[in-house]
């Protein structure tokens, strides 16, 4: 899973849709506590079913091009290659470049490999400037491709930051490392140190630290609690020494940052275990 999620903050603003579909029968809060503790941001949906699917157990992963051609159907290690090349195949169709100037073409070629599209926005730029009136539009139009996920999430940030902060703010961070190098880093990054001064941006900051704690004792745990299906006796007498410590943490975010979101999640992971 962490891989999936490493995927989806990469290539999210260029192009990846990712949707997670949960077919085990957990208890819907079950799936969304567990999703909230793997920090996956994308989707996960209860139940759901791909015609025509091996169905050759689970973890299985369907890979699908921007026309909904199904790409590839395996486990999620046979897939980054896919995932990646699809990605660079739709941004190079949506500048519209068939026929690249001999400047551009190791990059189109490169993107359409499967090479990270991160790196290749600084690239392009600076072509997008060119005299020669080929390279400039085509240079221009990939640029544009490259960006636009970037430039509508960037607004999307910009046009949340009243009403949820913290959520712009690691928006506006995501950002700034995506794209570095161009305007949207630099400006996301001035917008993510302004909301970082923001009272409840700050505060969440410094609760995460004690949320990632919570977080990994969680998913050390995990497999027990699935085990008994419930705190007994035994789960607790196994756990004591992490059950502690969880109720430790838990007490001391409380205590200092009760109003955070940091706080509420680690509330609800702390929950599963009976932990207040």
Not at 15 to 31: N, R, S, T
Request: aromatic share 4%; hydrophobic share 40%; no cysteine.
């Amino acid at each position: 899973m962490p891989h999936l999620v490493r995927w989806n903050e990469e290539l999210g603003d260029f192009g990846l849709a990712m949707i997670g579909f949960h077919v085990q029968d957990a208890p819907a809060d079950e799936v969304k506590m567990k999703s909230e503790a793997l920090g996956i941001t994308f989707p996960v949906l209860q139940g759901g079913d791909v015609p025509k699917s091996k169905k050759e157990g689970i973890p299985r992963m369907f890979v699908f091009g921007p026309d909904g051609e199904l790409l590839l159907e395996g486990r999620p290690a046979e897939a980054e290659q896919a995932v990646r090349t699809a990605v660079g195949k739709a941004l190079v169709k949506a500048a519209g470049i068939k026929d690249p100037h001999s400047s551009l073409k190791k990059i189109v070629e490169d993107l359409q490999a499967g090479k990270p599209p991160v790196a290749t926005v600084a690239k392009v730029l600076p072509l997008a400037k060119s005299a020669d009136p080929k390279l400039k539009e085509q240079a221009s139009a990939l640029a544009a491709a490259l960006q636009a996920g970037g430039n509508k999430r960037l607004q999307e940030a910009r046009d949340g930051q009243k009403d949820d902060p913290i959520s712009s703010y690691d928006s506006a961070v995501r950002l700034a490392a995506n794209f570095k190098g161009t305007p949207i880093s630099q400006q996301a990054g001035e917008l993510s140190n302004k909301l970082r001064s923001e009272k409840r941006v700050a505060a969440d900051l410094r609760a995460r630290p004690m949320l990632e704690t919570i977080k990994k004792l969680d998913l050390a745990m995990a497999p027990g609690l699935k085990a008994t299906e419930s705190v007994t006796p035994e789960f607790k007498k196994a756990f004591s020494a992490q059950l502690k410590q969880m109720t430790n943490q838990l007490a001391q975010l409380n205590r200092t940052y009760a109003d955070t979101r940091a706080a509420k999640e680690a509330s609800a992971i702390a929950a599963k275990y009976e932990v207040k």
